[in-house]
């Protein structure tokens, strides 16, 4: 794509310096290693093809979860949000959940979405709760802000932390932001915050060298929780 330099300088945002995530390997319920690793901005369309066919998916929110997700790694892909990540879980290469974010202020971020799909497995949890421990502990921030659009990631997040309410409205619109500060996320790491590292270069090699992606017939299947890789 023809990119005009000057204009595009004034249309990029501002990107703060952001550490990366260390990987971490976590072990799931039913005995699988999913590696928990930064994604790169050139892996945005590898992933956009596990998030396209939950689109169509209304269960708990699916649709209005992977349409705001998929339009936030186009942004981050084009250069077109401010300071973003994106984290990705992989078991066996195969692309199981996505959760992302961005710094609004060195002090603040702000949470986006989470995207499981594997069921049953608390993939969206281990996920988000990577997510906090980015912000807090690695970028070094005092809250983040976050927002649910779905009965479970309410109960996820703002009850399992439990979360401070807010009257601070959020990007995403909906409801009034609820806050993780540093000492709520200090309290419930113990309890949420799990994973080991290093991650065997084995693993780790296998994860980046390739995100896979299932067909959209077994991502339905287990997003349903009827079949688990």
């Known amino acids: 794509m023809a990119v005009d330099v000057e204009l595009e300088a004034v249309l990029r945002p501002i990107q703060y310096p952001m550490p990366p995530y260390p990987p971490k390997v976590i072990t799931l319920a039913n005995g699988k290693k999913m590696v ?17 066919p939950c689109l169509f998916i209304e269960r708990d929110y699916y649709d209005v979860v992977s349409a705001r997700l998929y339009g936030e790694l186009l942004a981050y892909y084009r250069y077109r949000v401010k300071s973003a990540y994106c984290l990705v879980g992989q078991v066996d290469g195969y692309l199981v959940g996505i959760v992302n974010g961005r710094m609004e202020t060195e002090k603040v971020g702000i949470s986006y979405h989470t995207l ?102 077994a991502i339905r299947e287990r997003i349903a929780g009827l079949k688990g890789r």
Do not use: C, N
């Not at 928990?36 to 396209?52: G, S």
């Not at 070094?140 to 479970?152: H, M, W």
């Not at 807010?166 to 799990?194: M, N, Q, W």
């Open 36 to 52: 928990v690793r930064q994604a790169k901005r050139e892996d945005v369309p590898a992933i956009l093809k596990t998030v396209h």
């Open 116 to 217: 499981a799909i594997d069921r049953g497995l608390r993939i969206g949890s281990h996920l988000f709760a990577a997510k906090m421990e980015y912000h807090i502990e690695y970028l070094g921030q005092e809250e983040v802000l976050i927002v649910a659009e779905s009965p479970i990631g309410f109960r996820r997040w703002m009850i399992e932390y439990p979360l401070e309410k807010t009257k601070i409205s959020h990007e995403l619109g909906g409801v009034e932001s609820y806050r993780l500060t540093r000492d709520l996320y200090f309290a419930a790491k113990p309890r949420l915050v799990v994973g080991d590292r290093p991650v065997p270069k084995d693993l780790l090699d296998q994860a980046k060298k390739e995100i896979l992606h299932a067909d959209e017939k």
